[in-house]
Nanobody, 126 residues
Framework: QVQLAESGGGQVLPGGSLRLSCEAS????????MAWFRQAPGKEREFVAA???????YYADSVKGRFTVYRDKDKDTMYLQMNYLKPEDTAVYYC????????????????????WGQGTRVTVAS
């Protein structure tokens, strides 16, 4: 089992930036797929971005060009750099880890991942 811990959330003005971190511990693997999801009040959890071993990152259309996901393998930490934030980005952000090599269409499914963090809240408001 992998334990995940998110940090870096907070409140920011529209157009601002934040960087979220997800530190993994336990039975980690550099080849495991990892992802960021978010959940706004009253809405379902939605996919944001994902990383797979030796492939390009995968993003939701709503964050392409604004968010960047990357991983520091030496630290077992995944990051989400969020720029040009909008009020609609307000949500609790969760990181997740899975196993195997899911195809692209599976990366945005909650069921692909079997380990989840507790979440970190991001609020974008003026």
């Amino acid at each position: 089992q992998v334990q995940l811990a998110e940090s870096g959330g907070g409140q920011v003005l529209p157009g601002g930036s934040l960087r979220l971190s997800c530190e993994a511990s336990g039975r980690t693997s550099t080849t495991s797929p990892m992802a960021w999801f978010r959940q706004a009040p009253g809405k379902e959890r939605e996919f944001v971005a994902a990383l797979r071993w030796r492939t390009t990152p995968y993003y939701a259309d709503s964050v392409k060009g604004r968010f960047t996901v990357y991983r520091d393998k030496d630290k077992d930490t995944m990051y989400l750099q969020m720029n040009y934030l909008k009020p609609e980005d307000t949500a609790v952000y969760y990181c997740a880890a899975g196993v195997g090599s899911p195809i692209s269409s599976m990366l945005k499914r909650v069921s692909t991942y079997d380990s989840w963090g507790q979440g970190t809240r991001v609020t974008v408001a003026s």
